[in-house]
């Protein structure tokens, strides 16, 4: 089973920037589909970015535009361009995976406000 492990979350202004990055544990990562969820206090955890093993990505319509999800196989780690972040970004951002049932890491928090 592989492990992940979110990190690159602080504190920004409104309309700066971050890159989150998740690291995986384990040999198979290449094979994986990559989600990026959030979840803001007193809300439910919702869907942000998804990148499959080939590299198609999904995006939230929240996102779209200013967030982008890659990956570099070779070093076993996903990331999450954020540009542009407003308050309502403000949130825990956990990746996630499916294999044999679904693997999230602990998440890192992201807050925007001025």
């Known amino acids: 089973q592989v492990q992940l492990v979110e990190s690159g979350g602080g504190l920004v202004q409104p309309g700066g920037s971050l890159r989150l990055s998740c690291a995986a544990s384990g040999n198979i990562f290449s094979t994986i589909p990559v989600a990026w969820h959030r979840q803001a206090p007193g809300k439910q955890r919702e869907f942000v970015a998804l990148i499959s093993s080939r590299g198609t990505t999904t995006y939230a319509n929240s996102v779209k535009g200013r967030f982008t999800i890659s990956r570099d196989n070779n070093k076993n780690t996903a990331y999450l361009q954020m540009n542009s972040l407003k308050p309502e970004d403000t949130a825990v951002y956990y990746c996630?995976?499916?294999?044999?049932?679904?693997?999230w890491g602990q998440g890192t928090q992201v807050t925007v406000s001025s």
């Open positions: 996630q995976t499916v294999l044999s049932g679904t693997v």
